[in-house]
Each structure stands twice: as C-alpha cells, then as structure tokens.
C-alpha cells in the first residue's frame, strides 16, 4: 500500500530532501514551494548526475501528481531515493504542517 504520505513526507523532509517540482518554467513561476528546483520532467533525465551529486533524498512534486509519479518513477530506476509528493499545493501544506 502506500502507507501514511504525510509521514514519508515528513521522514524526508526531516532528512533533508531536496523538493524538485518538474512541472513546466512558466507553471514553476507561478507559484511553486520556497527552496525547491525546477527541473521539468521532459529534462529530468539529462539531470541524473547532477541530482546524484546532491547525495539527499528528493521529493518530487508538480501540479496534481501525475508527472511527479514519472519523476519519481525515472529516479529511482537510476537509484535516487525519491518519494513522489504530489500536487505541489498540496505537498506545501503538508510540509507546512510538521
């Protein structure tokens, strides 16, 4: 199942997770959470290295969860622990909230 998603949330947030909204430029300019980058999803391969780099976990988000279950799908095969976070209104909240 998918469990308790505030909690995982929290556990990643806690351990300092990088949130990566991969919606579009323009979607990410019109609003988007404090401190996450955007890295559209048509791109997101071509940022691989640089998300392993980072050596944090990574949230994704983007406007309802269906292009950040991609993401998350994409970065885990390429062994990025990556938990999908949603809508990005919703994941603010969420974060808002612990």
């Given at each position: 199942g998918l469990?308790?998603?505030?909690?995982d949330i929290e556990e990643?947030?806690?351990?300092g997770a990088i949130i990566i909204d991969?919606?579009?430029t323009a979607e990410f300019r019109s609003g988007n959470i404090a401190g996450s980058k955007n890295i559209p999803l048509p791109g997101l391969a071509e940022?691989?290295?640089?998300?392993?780099?980072w050596d944090?976990?990574?949230i994704a988000c983007c406007q309802?969860?269906?292009?950040?279950?991609?993401?998350?799908?994409?970065?885990?095969?390429?062994?990025?622990?990556?938990?999908?976070?949603?809508?990005?209104s919703?994941?603010?909240s969420k974060l808002a909230s612990i």
């Open positions: 469990g308790n998603k505030v909690s990643y947030a806690k351990n991969v919606r579009s940022e691989i290295a640089k998300i392993k780099k944090k976990p990574v309802s969860g269906m292009r950040s279950a991609q993401a998350t799908s994409i970065l885990n095969k390429n062994g990025i622990d990556c938990i999908n976070g949603g809508g990005w919703s994941l603010q």
